[in-house]
């Protein structure tokens, strides 16, 4: 279990399958987001059809609606939204760091209010363990001090030795929470929604994995690298607290950077990136998971990625067309209505226009690490990514 | 083509099957309404899956957006909106009388401001043919002329006379289009765009079907039917103008007293109805067809139609339950979702619940179409009905 195997490696592109309890994935991957325990406007089976792999959820969000209690009585996250695959939880460090002026941090953890309720909460290293567990997604990720993207190094220090701190006690309250689970849990879960297929059981066998933090400095990313690995061994390691709001080359310098000192033998995950091309210049350099919302938040106004850039669906020019959004795509969208359909659905305002510029989207990130995978065993990843990177920006986008 | 079939009679319910270019309607049988070329936040797929057989769309709405020229340049109302089964359109008559203060009637037609740019568009019966020929649906309906619910016998009597005089006209420019349609237009479409499946060509063989208007008075119901007859014959017949405001119990009286003079040979299809209860009375009634916004209404409100009532998804008595919204029913929301997340989607106001809960309503009233059509067969209609009425009313609604 959580096994990694790198089939090949292409310069620093890796093509992996990792085994987690739910599936595997075949990386590079994209991994769609549903913060709200839905891919936003999505079923399961829309995402499913996308060939999504894996799937986030937010601990935050879910924290305060329905709460980690009624998830894990209903039986977990799996049952709960109905997606039998791999399943990720982010920690909710992210989302409180992001209350400004709603929250206090402290060593301890962090106090804010509930932007729903007005409620003050406290999330810290342990509860946050707790809620994943409870939850009960394939991989949690440690609870991590998220600063602004142009943090002085101080400020950037704080945070990534924070972090660190708080990596210890996210080890030991997770290692005791699945040292208690070996028992009897996936039995007593299974005899609450007697009805349950397996696959939507929750995954007790859980893994956590941590977070690099330390801005947009060099040096402060591979202390947090090394204080990471010391505290080790882990199944994966992400990358936090990049675009951010940094420029993009920035982000790549510290992928560069850092990229050396990363252990070959486990999934790198560059977090909340990203757009098309940040995909393929973080598998260029050695990223193998993604997650990001642009997919479906771009779907929602009607921006869809097309090969040669973005196009608005609102646009008076796709008006009365019968050509597809995208004719070199596979997904439900692009193989089933005219693109003049489409534009029609966000005139009137019909929110199957939202939901199937968010297919396609979704699809074209997820197809975009298939072909980056296809690529790379192929060893012709460097040739095929500056082409598509070429022909993608050049409508400025 | 267009031909009528009934396999048996169970007091005045019928069990019959109607013949379109686009495939066969089992009636009884409910008719989603797709008022902006979708039923409202469903993909044709979404509506496949609920069983529907025949969908409607709305003339007054495709003329304003996308323009019935587009869709005709697209190919059509079935590949615009790739739904491959029968459809009909409504004539524009009960939009453009319901737009109070903003349209002025005559007898050449309706002149109206538009209710989404206030331009000035006049809708006559010629209008209204030559519309619903480009759309290519396989049933046009009449443009009549509708009264409100509690309508002086003076007014009905008006609004009656005026819709037999524009019928006539509608009949003659429905029967020029139809002989100038006859030669090569399933070509010049087909022409048009070369990969239309066959299945998502327009109707060219498009039939009319009149509407008897009149009011709550029963003997100008029964002129208005006998005026429609007399122009006849028809492929179908349509009532129009009840369930606008009038007490059940007096749309079930003009139900029974136009049923004795309604053609045996012909289905009949009574507009804008309805709720759940609405249908059974119906077809007790001889009716055999039936269109209502309610059922994707309702679902947008997260009110849910059970065979005890209706819930409120929103409710609290559904957080964290594991239990299916409907036990007893096949769709894909009940089949696949415990109603505890159908809450959450709707706390979290994600568009899915939406989807989710007009899938399951629509699929309620095809599925109650269905049961009618068992039980008609096999002669059972009267006291299951009964006995569902009691149930599905004990809980008020």
Not at 42 to 47: E, G, M, Q, R, Y
Not at 259 to 274: A, D, F, H, K, T
Request: glycine content about 12%; aromatic content about 6%.
């Amino acid at each position: 279990m959580f096994e990694f195997r790198i089939q090949r490696t292409d310069g620093l592109a890796r093509a992996g399958t990792l085994t987690l309890p739910h599936g595997e994935v075949q990386t590079p991957a994209f991994m769609p987001v549903g913060t709200h325990a839905v891919v936003r406007g999505l079923s399961a089976n829309d995402v499913r059809r996308t060939g999504a792999q894996i799937i986030l959820g937010n601990t935050y969000h879910l924290h305060l609606r329905p709460g980690e209690t009624v998830i894990q009585q209903m039986g977990g996250l799996h049952r709960f939204t109905t997606w039998d695959r791999p399943m990720l939880t982010d920690s909710g460090g992210f989302q409180v760091f992001s209350l400004q002026g709603l929250r206090s941090i402290g060593e301890h953890g962090v106090e804010f209010q509930s932007h729903i309720d007005g409620t003050t909460r406290t999330l810290t290293p342990e509860r946050a363990m707790e809620i994943q567990w409870q939850l009960g997604a394939d991989i949690a990720m440690a609870f991590d001090h998220v600063v602004p993207g142009q943090s002085s190094p101080a400020a950037a220090c704080e945070g990534m030795e924070r972090t660190l701190r708080w990596l210890d006690r996210c080890r030991r309250t997770h290692s005791d929470l699945a040292e208690r689970g070996k028992e009897g849990t996936r039995e007593e879960a299974a005899a609450l929604v007697p009805s349950f297929p397996p696959s939507l059981l929750p995954s007790f066998h859980q893994t956590l994995w941590p977070i690099i933090q330390g801005g947009i400095h060099d040096e402060l990313r591979l202390r947090s690298l090394e204080g990471t690995l010391e505290r080790g061994p882990w199944t994966g390691i992400a990358i936090g607290g990049l675009s951010v709001g940094e420029p993009k080359p920035v982000m790549h310098h510290i992928l560069e950077s850092l990229e050396p000192s990363l252990p070959r033998e486990i999934p790198r995950y560059l977090m909340g990136v990203g757009f098309p091309a940040d995909l393929l210049e973080g598998i260029a350099r050695g990223v193998d998971l993604f997650d990001c919302v642009a997919a479906t938040r771009n779907g929602r106004h009607g921006s869809a990625w097309l090969p040669t850039g973005r196009v608005n669906v609102r646009g008076a020019a796709l008006k009365g067309s019968t050509d597809p959004l995208d004719p070199t795509c596979d997904c439900e969208t692009c193989t089933t209505y005219p693109r003049g359909y489409l534009r029609h659905l966000f005139v009137v305002e019909d929110m199957l226009g939202l939901r199937l510029i968010s297919i396609h989207n979704i699809r074209f990130l997820v197809r975009l690490g298939e072909q980056a995978r296809t690529h790379i065993l192929n060893g012709t990843f460097d040739g095929w990514s500056r082409e598509w990177l070429g022909r993608h920006s050049a409508r400025g986008d």
